[in-house]
């Protein structure tokens, strides 16, 4: 007799998805804070972006 329940491998695939996302998070929690994205000059790539657009603008 063929099982007909597919309940259990939804549930599988639900909580390995789950856990697969949670990991990942944990993952690039940990290497953005290696990278420095957590320190005090966290932000200092946004401002440099912001200090090197010179593009000139034209008003309408």
Sequence with gaps: ??????TYPS???AYLFFALMFFLAVFFFFKSRRD???G???EEAKFQ???EDETPRSTP
């Design 36 to 38: 420095g994205y957590w």
């Design 1 to 6: 007799m063929a099982p007909t329940d597919y």
């Design 49 to 51: 972006m912001f200090d």
């Design 11 to 13: 549930v599988y695939f």
């Design 40 to 42: 005090e000059k966290g």
